[in-house]
């Protein structure tokens, strides 16, 4: 079993920066790609961004320019710098991890529990 733990949530105003972190901890054997999903009331959770093992980035059109993703692969952290956030960033952010076993074919989903953003206007 893997445990994710988000840290870094918290209120700020528009045009403001936050930086989220995520440790993965437990039974690890690989974890594969990493990302962030957020989900604001009343709306499906959507991808922020997701970093490969390798450090392969992708982003949500929304946020492009202005979040950052990052990795330590060594300590099994995952790292989402937000910049030049707006109201529209509010949500929960969840990180998600994709982890594998040698010898067994398929990847299984990990999620944390959430880290509240609020962007006051």
């Known amino acids: 079993q893997v445990r994710l733990v988000e840290s870094g949530g918290g209120l700020v105003q528009a045009g403001g920066s936050l930086r989220l972190s995520c440790a993965a901890s437990?039974?690890?054997?690989?974890?594969?790609?990493m990302g962030w999903f957020r989900q604001a009331p009343g709306k499906q959770r959507d991808l922020v961004a997701r970093?490969?093992?390798?450090?392969?980035?992708t982003y949500a059109d929304s946020v492009k320019g202005r979040f950052t993703i990052s990795r330590d692969n060594a300590e099994n952290t995952v790292y989402l710098q937000m910049n030049s956030l707006k109201p529209e960033d509010t949500a929960v952010y969840y990180c998600?991890?994709?982890?594998?076993?040698?010898?067994?074919?398929?990847?299984?989903?990990?999620w944390g529990q959430g880290t509240q953003v609020t962007v006051a206007s």
């Open positions: 998600n991890a994709a982890h594998s076993v040698p010898g067994i074919l398929g990847l299984t989903d990990y």
């Open positions: 437990g039974r690890i054997f690989r974890i594969n790609d």
């Open positions: 970093i490969t093992s390798g450090g392969s980035t």
